[in-house]
């Protein structure tokens, strides 16, 4: 379905890939912080304070009770990859390896990301067409730069970099409520191809990273699983982070001359993550409103993004997130709080600017696009 851009979207999910949300995000945030949605038949978290008591919640679970792994993918390669994905669960068995990522991570040095994303756009290729050059640099660069981090054969030649670019955006797409048989179907082959991946280990972080989880306990089909999903995330979250800097650069070319300030302005201005999901475990109070076990709660991380953004605009004493000194919006809050923003910035960044030096221009791709078909994501595909 295509949205008229000069109404307001019908209700949060269609709000994703709307032209412009923001406005209809700050007035939810601001009339209905928290609220049930009859016709999505969900809870909505719209403002700051609900969204960060969401998150934070000891009863909000990432999966539904009982579901540890969507249905479709349940009993396949796909579902045993998924199950061991620790940002898509819950408990103490994951949180050695939760623990471990968050320290490493934090110790990646940001121009040695940009590094790895510029050596690895020298395996892609760059057409006449421009706007196809641009959406597949947008969702295999980081993949590839985040495999050449870690250590994964995806960076030894283009063939293979393509190959397994493509197989993560498979896996990525079949998780996806949106995913249909054929999707579903693709997903599956790509996890039972990925998880026979060798990892060498053979870069200082990764064998770093790789001994710290092991010392911790955590077995290695662990360890590779979620290495893994740090591709998977780079093919969503920074592809939408790529796609919209560009679209930012469209109407603000100066910006290129600074693409880190860029990025962070993208980031709280028109983040690529719009909202995440939480069900409850149990019984329990929340946002002082009593919920049952197994509803569901659609957490507005963009709108709670929106909303701080316009605070910080009208009143320069309200203590928001960004003055705090936090991510807003699209990297979380709380126990599941993405920790590879840095990372996602730095590839972002070095992705952006590769592509200016190859002669792509935001202006043309900007003149046609449309975004992705998605729940919950922000990714632009230029037509």
């Given at each position: 379905m295509i949205l008229d851009p000069t109404k307001p979207p019908p209700d949060p999910l269609a709000a994703v890939t709307h032209r412009d949300p923001y406005r209809y995000y700050r007035e939810l945030a601001r009339q209905q912080p928290?609220?049930?949605?009859?016709?999505?038949?969900?809870?909505?978290?719209?403002?700051?304070?609900?969204?960060?008591?969401?998150?934070?919640?000891?009863?909000?679970?990432?999966?539904?009770?009982?579901?540890?792994?969507?249905?479709?993918?349940?009993?396949?390669?796909?579902?045993?990859?998924?199950?061991?994905?620790?940002?898509?669960?819950?408990?103490?068995?994951?949180a050695p390896l939760k623990a471990v990522l968050q320290r490493q991570l934090a110790t990646l040095d940001g121009d040695d990301?940009?590094?790895?994303?510029?050596?690895?756009?020298?395996?892609?290729?760059?057409?006449?067409?421009?706007?196809?050059?641009?959406?597949?640099?947008?969702?295999?660069?980081?993949?590839?730069?985040?495999?050449?981090?870690?250590?994964?054969?995806?960076?030894?030649?283009?063939?293979?970099?393509?190959?397994?670019?493509?197989?993560?955006?498979s896996f990525a797409a079949a998780m996806s409520p949106l995913a249909g048989p054929a999707e579903i179907n693709a997903g599956i082959d790509a996890a039972a191809s990925l998880q026979t991946l060798p990892l060498r280990a053979d870069t200082p972080w990764a064998k770093a990273l790789c001994a710290e989880a092991r010392a911790a306990g955590v077995d290695d089909d662990a360890i590779a699983a979620n290495l893994l999903g740090l591709m998977v995330q780079g093919c969503e979250a920074t592809a939408g982070l790529i796609g919209n800097t560009?679209?930012?650069?469209?109407?603000?070319?100066?910006?290129?001359?600074?693409?880190?300030?860029?990025?962070?302005?993208?980031?709280?201005?028109?983040?690529?993550?719009?909202?995440?999901?939480?069900?409850?475990?149990?019984?329990?109070?929340?946002?002082?409103v009593p919920l049952r076990r197994g509803d569901g709660i659609l957490v507005l991380l963009a709108a709670a993004a929106a909303s701080e953004l316009e605070v910080e605009n009208v009143s320069a004493n309200t203590p928001t997130l960004a003055k705090r000194g936090e991510r807003a919006g699209t990297f979380g809050h709380g126990a599941h709080r993405c920790p590879g923003d840095a990372v996602a910035a730095a590839l972002a960044e070095a992705s952006v600017s590769a592509l200016l030096a190859r002669g792509i221009e935001p202006a043309a791709l900007a003149r046609a696009y449309r975004y992705r078909p998605s729940l919950n994501a922000r990714i632009p595909h230029f037509l």
């Open positions: 928290f609220h049930r949605d009859a016709m999505l038949m969900l809870w909505v978290a719209a403002g700051p304070a609900e969204v960060a008591a969401v998150l934070s919640h000891p009863a909000c679970r990432v999966r539904p009770p009982g579901q540890p792994v969507p249905p479709p993918l349940a009993q396949s390669p796909a579902g045993t990859l998924f199950a061991r994905l620790i940002r898509m669960n819950d408990g103490q068995r994951h990301v940009r590094a790895a994303a510029s050596a690895s756009a020298r395996l892609l290729p760059v057409t006449d067409d421009h706007a196809a050059t641009a959406n597949r640099w947008a969702s295999a660069l980081p993949v590839i730069a985040i495999a050449r981090l870690l250590g994964f054969t995806a960076t030894d030649d283009d063939v293979t970099a393509s190959r397994i670019a493509a197989q993560i955006g560009l679209l930012w650069l469209a109407g603000d070319a100066a910006g290129a001359e600074d693409p880190s300030t860029t990025v962070a302005k993208v980031l709280r201005s028109d983040p690529p993550i719009h909202n995440t999901r939480r069900f409850m475990a149990e019984d329990a109070l929340v946002c002082g």
